[in-house]
């Protein structure tokens, strides 16, 4: 393995570059062309995702469910709260846009205020009959008043349903053809349909209208994913080139890079293409990762390039040192970056599965991209000049690296004293961090579609489905009385809830059969006795074909049957303690020896799928450092040296931990990511480092002091350079309009800031305390492999 990455072998490397141009530039035009094509296969995700494997006790009664009751987030709400709506015209108006709402294919039906029936008794024969509450489908104001006056009063069967129970706001509900609501024709129907006519209804008559509902959702949040992705590479190309000129100070270094880190943008398309992945709200990530993660390497190799040039200005020479020198240390850098997004392809989640597979293969692509690129593009060109390598000598760069050579030559007890601190206080406030599973914390709360969710959780508690799903395992035993006795006291209970709705289930119309048989009286709107039972039952046996609720709640064998209630936005704590109390309830009323009844639904789907994400990133961020540390020992070869190189890069992790705790950012699938990728780019920093400081101990005479001096400042620059590119390039996602996604860049560009800190001050304090166990050669043996290489020149090959 040695042999394999030594000099020699880096010196073929450059060879092999150097001398087939323009056959690598032609493959590498191929590949660009090739992966493009493989562009049409994208597709953007149309469900949440699921965060937990499809074998999980909890998937399997989800599934269950909807084999027995199909998709239960297919219904989209319009809201509204205006009295003005029962106004002649504008009630007309609603009417004519559910109508033509209705039909299209990808609505089922809709139940809206005109379309309302009653249930009425009729005596020859005995049945129940559902009748229009409205007449006519041009109403005058008095008929209107009096449907008013009936729906709020005298049919509680509509209540939350049509209704709201806390004011008069009325609601339109949209039920969406299942084999259409997770495809494309959804989003389609929503952008193109619903909303512009939803809109030139309120310009026509001065209503506002709110829509929800999880289908609506999902498709509003999919496109701001999909706007964002433009704008995050539009952002992260500007930002990037703004700093890498800032730095260089030379146009053609910048447009090279560009160029560079856009073929990357490319590749990456492609491969989410041609693996036939979905784009969700963590691959929308990945081309704007690429350019912020791909423009290190590119300053890393002009840097050398232009350092090489400014030493004895031979072109040739200057490239092939470029690659022998930079190669080795950059594809270390690289492993342990891709090595940290790596982590993710071995949990059980397909989302972070694909996000790691995807990331890591882009980042070794980009890695090779750079060191091809770079160095055949100078190669055509002419030798810079000396404005172009003015940026190796600037002044406040020097006085930089000077301020950290003077803090840890002077102020080493006062950096170990700070970073003692810090790490106390990080700890606190680890204690503080929650964890939150909220399906929609991370939507853009700016948005419309935002505000009309929490409308809906104001007028009628809640959006999002929590399903409770009963198996009576017998046939037809859910409509016995005794079950629905069960299932009216459970509801009782879930009422209670204040971060729950009131229910819907079978129950409404076992009520409303009482209520109808009594002529319509309210009072009587409750389940009937025994005695009525019998009384009533002549009347309800026709009404199961009528009554679309009874098919949509009671599965066609009798045996299944589902309570549907809806969650406000509550986190995975609240939902804990929701789940707690009702449990051991459910076990009471309903005997586990006579029923299955278990809790499912999207929004539980999603918030035990939190937890079990965020267990198994505590695992992945684990094997991160394990497997960066095991790349360390293979380097240098030093167990000391592992523990010292580790200590930089926990420290920073720990005090990101500590700040999410103090300003109440909780964990959450896009705050856990921050860890494992921000350990595996830090550490990038701490390889160069004790490469350099490595090969200055062997010229230096293993004199310490003079070899971390010596190291420091050769490393700081471009650890300065990279880091603050870093930083401002992750920034960029703080510009989305996804919680998480800001949260993400921030907790990023935080960590990343105090890596490089930590790097620049704390490790080479350490190196130098305790230079007399690690200052000698049985502990920094020969390593495994050359990060730095130091053979003499070698031959020009242009």
């Not at 703080?734 to 620049?760: E, K, P, R």
Request: hydrophobic residues 45%; charged residues 20%; contains cysteine.
């Amino acid at each position: 393995m040695h042999k394999i990455f030594s000099f020699g072998f880096w010196n073929s490397i450059a060879r092999l570059i150097l001398r087939n141009r323009i056959v690598i530039m032609v493959i590498i035009a191929i590949i660009t062309i090739l992966l493009s094509t493989q562009w049409k296969n994208m597709r953007f995700s149309f469900t949440e995702a699921n965060l937990m494997p499809d074998e999980h006790p909890v998937n399997v009664v989800y599934q269950d469910f909807l084999n027995r009751f199909g998709e239960e987030g297919n219904l989209i709400l319009l809201g509204v709260k205006d009295s003005a709506l029962f106004n002649t015209e504008k009630f007309k108006a609603w009417n004519a846009l559910t109508d033509r709402l209705t039909k299209y294919p990808e609505v089922d039906y809709i139940i809206s205020p005109a379309s309302l029936k009653e249930l009425k008794k009729r005596e020859n024969p005995k049945r129940f009959e559902m009748v229009p509450i409205l007449k006519t489908n041009s109403p005058d104001s008095i008929q209107l008043k009096d449907f008013e006056n009936k729906l709020f009063t005298e049919l509680p069967f509509y209540e939350n349903l049509v209704y709201s129970s806390h004011s008069n706001t009325i609601q339109s509900a949209l039920y969406l053809n299942q084999e259409l609501v997770n495809t494309k024709a959804r989003k389609i129907f929503v952008l193109e349909e619903l909303n512009p006519l939803i809109e030139k209804f309120e310009a026509d008559y001065g209503i506002d209208v709110r829509i929800s509902g999880m289908p609506y959702i999902r498709t509003l949040n999919s496109q701001n994913i999909i706007d964002e992705i433009g704008l995050f590479i539009l952002a992260a190309l500007v930002v990037t080139s703004l700093i890498f000129f800032f730095f260089f100070r030379s146009i053609r270094a910048t447009l090279i890079s560009m160029f560079t880190v856009c073929i990357g943008v490319m590749w990456a398309f492609g491969f989410i293409g041609l693996l036939n992945y979905e784009i969700t709200i963590l691959t929308a990530l990945i081309p704007p990762l690429i350019i912020v993660i791909g423009i290190p390497n590119c300053i890393f190799l002009i840097n050398k390039y232009q350092q090489e040039i400014q030493n004895h200005g031979n072109q040739a020479k200057s490239l092939q040192r470029v690659i022998t020198k930079i190669g080795n240390a950059t594809l270390m850098t690289n492993l342990t970056t891709a090595s940290g997004f790596a982590t993710f392809i071995l949990t059980d989640s397909k989302l972070l599965r694909e996000f790691g597979v995807v990331a890591s293969i882009n980042i070794l692509a980009i890695f090779v991209l750079s060191l091809l690129i770079i160095p055949i593009i100078y190669s055509y060109l002419q030798t810079p000049k000396d404005r172009h390598l003015r940026h190796l000598n600037k002044r406040w760069i020097g006085g930089f690296v000077h301020w950290m050579e003077k803090m840890v030559r002077k102020k080493r007890i006062t950096i170990y004293i700070s970073s003692i601190a810090l790490l106390v206080l990080s700890i606190i406030g680890i204690y503080n961090i929650k964890i939150s599973g909220s399906l929609l914390e991370d939507m853009p709360h700016n948005t419309q579609f935002f505000e009309d969710v929490k409308f809906f959780e104001q007028e009628f508690d809640g959006v999002m489905p929590l399903e409770i799903f009963i198996d009576a395992k017998k046939p037809k035993s859910v409509l016995k009385l005794s079950t629905l006795k069960r299932m009216d006291k459970l509801e009782d209970i879930i009422k209670d809830i204040p971060e729950l709705s009131n229910p819907l289930s079978v129950t409404r119309l076992a009520k409303y059969s009482k209520q109808a048989y009594y002529n319509g009286n309210p009072k009587y709107y409750q389940l009937p006795t025994s005695q009525e039972q019998n009384f009533i039952l002549p009347y309800a046996k026709g009404i199961a074909s009528e009554e679309s609720l009874l098919q949509s709640y009671v599965d066609s064998t009798g045996q299944y049957a589902r309570i549907t209630t809806f969650m406000k936005d509550v986190g995975t704590e609240k939902m804990e303690e929701i789940e707690e109390d009702l449990i051991p309830q459910i076990e009471k009323i309903f005997p586990p020896e006579r029923y299955d009844v278990n809790l499912t639904g999207k929004a539980l789907l999603f918030q035990k799928g939190t937890t079990y994400l965020v267990k198994n990133l505590i695992i992945s961020l684990g094997l991160a450092i394990f497997l960066i540390a095991i790349l360390m020992a293979w380097m240098f070869r030093s167990f000391r040296m592992i523990l010292i190189s580790l200590v930089p890069n926990l420290l920073p992790l720990l005090i990101t931990a500590g700040m999410m705790g103090f300003l109440g950012v909780p964990i959450k699938p896009s705050t856990i990511l921050v860890f494992s990728i921000a350990f595996g780019i830090s550490v990038d920093d701490t390889i160069h480092f004790l490469a350099k400081y490595r090969q200055e101990l062997k010229v230096n005479d293993w004199k310490i002091k003079r070899s971390v001096y010596a190291a420091l400042r050769e490393t700081g620059v471009s650890m300065f350079y990279t880091s603050i590119v870093l930083f401002f390039g992750f920034s960029v996602f703080m510009i989305s309009s996804f919680g998480g996604t800001v949260a993400l860049g921030g907790l990023v560009s935080a960590t990343l800031l105090f890596a490089m800190l930590s790097n620049l001050l704390l490790l080479p304090s350490m190196l130098l305390s305790l230079e007399r166990s690690i200052a000698n050669k049985e502990v920094l043996k020969e390593p495994a492999m050359k990060i730095i290489e130091t053979e003499d020149e070698p031959e020009e090959l242009i």
